[in-house]
């Protein structure tokens, strides 16, 4: 079973910039998409971006497009999502999330029922 535990959430003025990160153990890279979503109240659970393990290929959703960054070091284990530019509407909990990327494809790869390991979420708030 896979851990994933996020950090750096907190509140930042509009137009800031927060790097999150998601520490992941207990598997090997090169067959698992790390993803990262975000829940506002009231709202659904909504895919922000995603890497493949294997030769590294992102994803954004259009939303966060040319605003956020995933990247990740193999040597620590872990995912990290650049944000800048932030704007209110980005406020959420953020979570990281693992999938088999045997089972996802362009098409699926934002949606969260592929992914089967969840870390507990990291708070990002944006307000002046």
């Known amino acids: 079973q896979l851990q994933l535990v996020e950090s750096g959430g907190g509140l930042v003025q509009p137009g800031g910039s927060l790097r999150l990160s998601c520490a992941v153990s207990?598997?090997?890279?090169?067959?698992?998409?790390i993803g990262w979503f975000r829940q506002a109240p009231g709202k659904e659970r909504e895919g922000v971006s995603f890497?493949?393990?294997?030769?590294?290929?992102?994803y954004y959703a259009d939303s966060v497009k040319g605003r956020f960054t995933i990247s990740r070091d193999n040597a620590r284990g872990t995912v990290y999502l650049q944000m800048n530019s932030l704007k209110p509407e980005d406020t959420a909990v953020y979570y990281c999330?693992?999938?088999?990327?045997?089972?996802?494809?362009?098409?699926?790869?934002?949606?969260?029922?592929?992914?089967?390991?969840w870390g507990q979420g990291t708070q990002v708030t944006v307000s002046s």
């Open positions: 999330a693992a999938a088999n990327q045997n089972y996802v494809t362009i098409a699926t790869i934002a949606q969260p029922l592929k992914y089967d390991d």
């Open positions: 207990g598997f090997k890279w090169n067959v698992y998409v």
């Open positions: 890497i493949a393990s294997g030769d590294g290929s992102t």
